[in-house]
Every structure is written in C-alpha cells, then in structure tokens.
C-alpha cells in the first residue's frame, strides 16, 4: 500500500546535539511539506519542497534545514539553533489531488 | 500574523446531535479550504474540501459551509457519533497554477468530545 512514513516515532535529543527526522513516501507525489504541531497552536509549516533537489522556507524555518536530493525522500534536521524543538513533526506530500500526512514523530529534548 | 482561526479551543456535544466547528480566514488570495481529522500522536486524515467557487460541499454525516464574504467556514457534522470525537483543523491554500494544491496553512484546531 502506498503510503508515507516517518521514522521514528519517538526521538529523544540532549540540548546542543543535530537531530535528522526521515520522511519517505512512495505515492510518487511531487510535493513534500514539515510541519510541526504545538498545543494550541495548530500546524506550522517549516519548510516544503515542490520539485526535487528545491525547497523552500515556511514559516517557521529558523533553527531547521532540508534536503531533497530524491523524490520520495524529504528529511529535517533540527538543529542545535532551534531554541525550543520539542514538539510532534508531521509530514505531508501532495500531487495536487490531496494532502497525504505521515504519522508524525514525536521529538523531546532532554 | 494568524491567517486561519479557529476561536474554539474545545467543542462538547451530545451523541446524535448536531456539532459544528467554525473557522474564519484573513487571507483572500485562498481559494480551497480544507477540514482535517486528527488523533493523538497520529497524522491528520482528510475529511472534506471546498473550492471558493461553492459555497456548500456535502458528504455522507459531513457538510462544509463557505461564506466567502464573511472569509467564514464550519464544518457540520450529523449525527455526531463519539467515534468522531479527535481535534478538528481547517486548513486554507492558494493553488498554484489552478490546478495543484499550493502549501496549507492551518488553524489551530479544536478538539471535539461527542459524549454517549
């Protein structure tokens, strides 16, 4: 079945340490998007990638990089530079007929 | 800048009742819409769209509203059924080209409990 997934589900980081969060689908979808998810504060997209080897800032970009060196992989690193990355990550892919979203990983800093 | 609200955090509503949840938008370069299912440490599952040139979408228990002067949807559903308790987002996009979805912005999701 085609799907997206996310590994893992649980990621534990010590302050100060880069930390890569892997998304892979294989819907053969152009788009991949992150977004993270805070309490109370819905989802924000950090970066997205509409083609392969481009992407794009979102609106919480900082702290956070990406790659896209493949179509049906899209991994975030968080970054030491992220001052408060404990949070639920998901994500997305898209080929303009609806949204698909992985099942998230859930990243606390220790 | 919160382009897509939703103003309510929660929602409580008796088993076989109606619930509604509602959502406002700033932005009026959006033209699709989007509500989402959501369950603790899982993904969002797609429930429903609409596209600004309608302004009513129905399917099965789920109806979305869009009253593109007020820049306002909701979502009803009916009966409500306590499998559909979960947080509920609305999302909007501008699509690119007309044809392809562009990036989601989202509200920040109200969580709706149906009690038996």
């Known amino acids: 079945d085609g799907g997206i997934t996310q590994s893992p589900k649980y990621l534990f980081r010590k302050e100060g340490q880069n930390v890569t969060l892997s998304c892979e689908q294989n819907l053969n979808h152009d788009a991949m998007y992150w977004y993270r998810q805070d309490p109370g504060q819905g989802l924000r997209l950090i970066y997205y990638s509409q083609i392969v080897n481009d992407f794009q800032k979102g609106d919480i970009a900082e702290g956070y990089s990406v790659s896209r060196e493949k179509k049906e992989s899209f991994p975030l690193t968080v970054t030491s530079a992220q001052k408060n990355p404990t949070a639920f990550y998901l994500c997305?892919?898209?080929?303009?007929?609806?949204?698909?979203f992985g099942s998230g990983t859930r990243l606390t800093v220790v | 800048d919160q382009q897509v609200k939703q103003n309510s955090p929660s929602l409580s509503v008796q088993e076989g009742r109606i619930s509604i949840l509602n959502c406002d938008y700033t932005?009026?370069?959006?033209?699709?819409f989007l509500w989402y299912k959501k369950y603790p440490a899982e993904g969002p599952t797609f429930l429903i769209s609409i596209s600004s040139i309608k302004d009513k979408n129905e399917d099965g228990r789920f109806t979305v509203f869009l009253n593109k002067s007020a820049k306002h949807l909701s979502l009803h559903i009916v009966p409500s059924q306590p499998g559909d308790s979960a947080v509920y987002f609305c999302?909007?996009?501008?699509?690119?080209?007309?044809?392809?979805?562009?990036?989601?912005?989202f509200g920040q999701g109200t969580i709706l409990t149906v009690h038996p």
């Open positions: 997305a892919s898209t080929r303009g007929n609806g949204y698909t």
């Open positions: 999302a909007a996009s501008r699509r690119a080209g007309g044809t392809s979805y562009g990036k989601l912005t």
């Open positions: 932005n009026s370069m959006f033209d699709y």
